[in-house]
């Protein structure tokens, strides 16, 4: 199948890999498929892009490139929605791939929504932004590129460097 | 703000149409009934947040701050190379 997108041009895609949002995302309500696609050049992000509307593709990360330690803890009407067991959370990188949607502002650091993962069963291809329940999670988790990280050492002068 | 001080079976009321019931209090937490007509959407205030930040996301990225955070996240020395949707060529794999 093709698809001409606002950001890639055409691009070439298999059904198969198209992922259904029942619920489409909270302020896209009615985007219901979205194909994820990488690009080696730029891992780990993963865009999001729209096959409904061209010019809609979200810049994403994989929740643990964030947060290693990263913990779901999907409602059970979003495991309903992924046709996923409501007893348990569902195993990441496996059974799902959890992505945060990152948002880049003028003046200020880029930050991810931890708070509510796009969460793609990666078996029956249903996703969904699920809002986590009892979080402690922001959904403006600062990401590196903001200079705060890396700041120099206001005392010597020196950035972050080994001892030799 | 209006502040009230409820307990547990107590209720707060909006208008004619809206009522809030304090179910449950436990430590850290409270469940809350709300009765509300179906045209008043009830909805917790993270899908607000998520919903605003969704529409701020999909107003793109440039592709230079786009660059620079792919370097932050693989830990690189700045270098000026752009990639981004728009500056970015064929995408290759569909997970």
């Not at chain 1, 959370?89 to 200020?108: D, S, T």
């Not at chain 1, 986590?132 to 990401?143: E, F, I, N, T, V």
């Not at chain 2, 592709?63 to 693989?74: M, N, P």
Request: net charge neutral.
């Amino acid at each position: 199948m093709q698809f001409c997108t606002r950001h890639f041009g055409t691009i070439e895609y298999d059904p198969e890999a198209v992922f259904e949002f029942p619920a489409g995302l909270p302020g896209f309500e009615d985007q219901h498929r979205f194909l994820a696609l990488r690009q080696p050049n730029i891992e780990p992000i993963v865009f999001l892009q729209s096959l409904d509307r061209p010019d809609l593709c979200f810049i994403t990360l994989p929740v643990q490139t964030i947060e290693p330690g990263y913990r779901l803890a999907i409602s059970a009407e979003d495991l309903r929605l992924l046709g996923l067991p409501e007893d348990r959370q569902p195993e990441m990188g496996r059974q799902v791939l959890c992505l945060a949607i990152v948002a880049v502002a003028e003046g200020r650091p880029p930050t991810a929504n931890l708070l509510a993962p796009v969460v793609l069963n990666l078996e029956n291809r249903r996703a969904v932004q699920a809002i986590l329940s009892d979080s402690p999670y922001s959904h403006r988790h600062p990401l590196p590129g903001g200079g705060e990280e890396d700041t120099v050492c206001s005392s010597c002068g020196a950035g972050p460097a080994r001892r030799s | 703000m209006l502040i009230v001080r409820r307990r547990a079976g107590q209720a707060v009321l909006i208008g004619d149409l809206v009522e809030i019931h304090v179910l449950e209090i436990a430590p850290g937490r409270v469940k809350l009934g709300v009765v509300a007509p179906r045209e008043i959407p009830v909805l917790r205030a993270e899908v607000k947040l998520t919903r605003e930040t969704n529409l701020a996301a999909a107003q793109g990225v440039p592709a230079e701050k786009l660059a620079e955070l792919v370097r932050r996240l693989r830990g690189e020395a700045p270098r000026r190379r752009a990639a981004a949707p728009g500056a970015a060529g064929e995408p290759s794999e569909q997970p």
